[in-house]
């Protein structure tokens, strides 16, 4: 019981600050800049414990956060060049070059390692500034909070959903050798919730002449995107922790674990999202 109220008020916040720091751009980059660093220093804090790996935790922690400010800083017309990614580079090549200079016994392991913390976490958050900075008609560069807020929504209606019909209905499961509490019945009621939510917000946004750009069943389709591929996140996640032996990324989120076990589903979603919502640019 008293473990159920702590997941509670943890995850109350939690939600609380994910919407508020929508409303805001500044709040949202900072927000999302604090979130992609603490998964970084949390993923390599766990590879660190495989054998013959030894990561450069603080490194590659300011670089992660580093190209999340520099993709928002693009993103959002305040650097309106390239050249903001070079320090970022540079900090890759030499996370190469300095394993010259260690003399790692698996250097091609502490090479692997520290490109799949960029890869897995530092590239996926930074595609929610793709999300949130749109360009308008007349050319201008505007925040809209809509479309990543909604991936968060859906990804919440998604687990919802699941957890309910799941537990009602759950019979056969969805990935057993890697998670076993999974179902297909709870996939099925996660989809569905999350398309009911998707045609409510399309609604209200058609409603109110929002300038999304999305038709009804566009917004249902960001929301089976959302649901796939997000449902996927969590299982990547899952195998990553089955690999390395352990419950939970960590402990970070009182009842919830770790950053990487509350973020999961989001670091699949929100890049398939920016695919899907570049894709309708193109044949529509």
């Given at each position: 019981m008293?473990?159920?109220?702590?997941r509670t008020?943890?995850?109350?916040?939690?939600?609380a600050?994910?919407?508020v720091c929508?409303?805001?751009?500044?709040?949202?980059?900072?927000l999302?800049a604090?979130?992609?660093?603490?998964?970084i220093?949390?993923?390599?804090?766990l590879?660190?414990?495989?054998?013959?790996v030894?990561?450069?935790?603080?490194i590659?922690?300011?670089a992660?956060?580093?190209?999340?400010?520099?993709v928002?800083?693009?993103?959002?017309?305040?650097?309106?060049?390239g050249?903001v990614?070079?320090?970022?580079?540079?900090?890759?090549?030499?996370l190469f070059i300095?394993?010259?200079?260690?003399k790692?016994?698996?250097?091609?392991?502490n090479?692997?390692?520290?490109?799949?913390?960029q890869?897995?976490?530092a590239?996926?958050?930074s595609?929610?500034?793709?999300?949130a900075?749109?360009?308008?008609g007349?050319g201008?560069?505007v925040?809209?909070?809509i479309?990543?807020?909604?991936v968060?929504i859906?990804?919440?209606a998604?687990?919802?959903?699941?957890?309910?019909?799941g537990s009602?209905f759950g019979?056969h499961?969805l990935?057993?050798?890697i998670s076993?509490?999974?179902?297909?019945e709870?996939?099925?009621?996660?989809?569905?919730?999350?398309?009911?939510?998707?045609?409510?917000?399309g609604?209200?946004?058609?409603?109110q002449?929002?300038?999304?750009?999305?038709?009804i069943?566009?917004?249902?389709?960001?929301g089976?995107?959302?649901?796939?591929?997000g449902?996927?996140?969590d299982?990547v996640?899952?195998l990553f922790?089955r690999t390395l032996?352990?419950?939970?990324?960590?402990n970070?989120l009182?009842?919830?674990?770790?950053?990487?076990?509350?973020?999961?589903?989001?670091l699949?979603?929100?890049p398939?999202?920016?695919?899907?919502?570049?894709?309708?640019?193109?044949f529509?």
């Amino acid at each position: 019981m008293k473990n159920l109220i702590v997941r509670t008020i943890t995850g109350v916040f939690f939600v609380a600050a994910i919407v508020v720091c929508f409303l805001d751009p500044f709040a949202m980059e900072c927000l999302f800049a604090l979130v992609t660093g603490l998964a970084i220093w949390e993923y390599t804090g766990l590879v660190n414990g495989v054998k013959n790996v030894q990561v450069n935790r603080f490194i590659s922690t300011v670089a992660g956060v580093y190209f999340f400010f520099a993709v928002g800083g693009f993103c959002s017309g305040v650097v309106a060049t390239g050249a903001v990614f070079i320090p970022y580079l540079l900090t890759v090549v030499y996370l190469f070059i300095s394993e010259l200079y260690t003399k790692a016994e698996n250097s091609i392991n502490n090479w692997a390692y520290t490109m799949l913390g960029q890869m897995y976490i530092a590239l996926p958050f930074s595609t929610i500034n793709i999300l949130a900075f749109n360009v308008s008609g007349d050319g201008e560069i505007v925040f809209n909070y809509i479309i990543p807020l909604s991936v968060f929504i859906f990804l919440w209606a998604n687990d919802t959903g699941a957890y309910c019909s799941g537990s009602l209905f759950g019979k056969h499961k969805l990935f057993p050798r890697i998670s076993p509490g999974k179902s297909w019945e709870g996939s099925v009621g996660g989809a569905i919730t999350v398309l009911i939510a998707a045609g409510i917000i399309g609604y209200l946004q058609n409603s109110q002449s929002a300038m999304t750009g999305l038709t009804i069943p566009q917004w249902m389709g960001l929301g089976l995107v959302v649901v796939v591929f997000g449902t996927w996140g969590d299982l990547v996640e899952s195998l990553f922790k089955r690999t390395l032996g352990i419950k939970d990324s960590g402990n970070i989120l009182p009842g919830h674990g770790g950053m990487l076990d509350r973020f999961d589903s989001s670091l699949m979603a929100m890049p398939a999202a920016v695919v899907y919502l570049y894709s309708l640019t193109l044949f529509y």
